[in-house]
């Protein structure tokens, strides 16, 4: 759908609610108790071999090269082993995003305020919060926003594969239809087509306050990992860390990972998973 209208500018006032309310902690984290907050040196951030915990205090922005009025802060990028970016876009006034790299497909997830996606074919699509957009690589595309808007992205050099190729992906979290999930009692969505042409997935994860992850998982796949709602106990290897909406966490291949939710509210994760392609 197109709309002259401005892009953080919700048309009725539910939207408005509903876009305030959702993942609202992602974007207004509870930094840590305030009798810490003066604590020099004080964060919830961890870099190991297999594994990083990158909490909002930690996030350093900086003015993202190929894009107008958007700071970027990369928080999960080859230098720590992995085959993928990682990074929250805030898009300020009159804001312009730029293109990926040459064969890099791109996904985006608007946590806060929105979004107006144009494509080569000038067709326009308004992305509110919990909608997403998947990009192919060399696809010729542009996001702007005359208000601000916070944006997970992910990008990734596309894995090529005989003649296969990607499309567009526009759509919403709500939208999706929850996925059996045998011997887990988590809810789960994909984001993009199980398709072999994908070489990446976008998993969201929700779990109630008590329940947590029945594998110990170990695997080959990579993850990035947001948490948008809720808390809880993430384990990665031997350590175990308290998290909550906002928290980032790279995951390298084969670190023993499992995640057990706390509280009153629902935990639910954005989850980057590689896929569809042989390890060799
Ligand atoms: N750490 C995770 O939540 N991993 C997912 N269950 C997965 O790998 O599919
Ligand atoms: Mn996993």
């Known amino acids: 759908s197109t709309d002259g209208g401005f892009c953080s500018a919700p048309s009725t006032f539910d939207e408005e609610e509903a876009s305030k309310s959702l993942y609202w902690k992602v974007t207004n984290p509870t930094l840590s108790p305030s009798h810490l907050q003066d604590l020099p040196g004080f964060t919830r951030s961890v870099y190991k071999r297999d ?12 003015p993202l090269p190929e894009w107008t009025n958007t700071l970027g802060a990369y ?18 006034g009159k ?5 990926p790299p040459h064969d890099v497909e791109r996904f985006i997830f608007v946590v806060q305020g929105s979004v107006i996606l ?26 702007e926003c005359d208000g601000s808007a916070t944006l997970a992205v992910f990008e990734r ?32 969505r994909k984001l993009l087509p199980p398709s072999l042409p994908y ?24 993850h990035g ?4 709602e809720g808390h809880g106990i993430y384990r990665l ?17 084969f670190v023993p990972q499992w995640y057990a939710a706390l509280g009153k509210t629902r935990s639910r994760y954005l989850l980057y998973k590689d896929v569809n392609r042989n390890p060799l």
């Open 51 to 62: 594994h990083a915990l990158i909490t909002p205090e930690s996030h350093v922005f900086s």
């Open 75 to 92: 928080l999960i990028t080859p230098a720590m082993g992995s085959h993928f970016v990682m990074y929250l876009a805030k898009m300020q």
């Open 95 to 99: 804001s312009r995003s730029g293109l």
């Open 118 to 143: 144009t494509n080569a074919s000038s067709a326009s699509h308004k992305l509110m919060v919990d909608s997403y957009a998947y990009l192919p690589p060399n696809f010729e595309h542009f996001v």
């Open 157 to 188: 050099r596309y894995a090529f594969l005989d003649n296969l190729s990607t499309e567009l992906i526009v759509g919403s979290t709500d939208k999706q239809p929850l996925l059996e999930t045998p011997g887990e009692v988590f809810e789960l």
């Open 199 to 222: 070489d990446f997935n976008i998993h969201i994860m929700d779990f109630q306050p008590g329940e947590y992850l029945n594998v110990k998982e170990v695997h080959y796949n990579q």
């Open 225 to 228: 990992l947001l948490l948008l």
């Open 237 to 253: 290897g031997d350590s175990w860390y308290p998290v909550q909406s906002g928290d980032v966490i790279w995951m390298a291949p």
